[in-house]
């Protein structure tokens, strides 16, 4: 599914419209206040990243090039992994969430 401004195919792993609902209050909000620039960056496009990792398997450095850059989203995941943002989504997904599962 598609996201708004988004110009790729969706890949199976991709986060429907309501399992991005569930899982977007999770993501922290950007950190403007320590003089960070605003965020361009499309958060559910670095969860789809993600996920298409986890489901496929693949090496970072071989990602697909129409999903986000492995320096961007290495980023966020170091990021998340350290301060439990990641573990939650983790336990979203595992308890009831059940990502793309049919």
Same mark, same amino acid.
Do not use: Q
């Given at each position: 599914m598609a996201t708004e401004g988004q110009s790729r195919k969706p890949y199976p792993s991709d986060l429907t419209d309501e399992q991005w609902g569930i899982l977007a209050p999770l993501i922290p909000p950007p950190q403007t206040h320590r003089g960070g620039h605003p965020r361009t960056v499309d958060m559910r496009e670095v969860v789809n990243t993600l996920l298409y990792l986890n489901r496929?398997?693949?090496q970072w450095d071989m990602l697909p090039h /129409?999903?986000?850059?492995?320096?961007?989203?290495? /980023?966020?995941f170091k990021r998340w992994r350290d301060d439990g943002t990641w573990q939650a989504i983790v336990e979203s997904i595992e308890y009831g969430l059940h990502i793309n599962k049919q």
């Open positions: 496929s398997g693949c /129409d999903l986000l850059p492995k320096s961007t989203v290495f /980023d966020y």
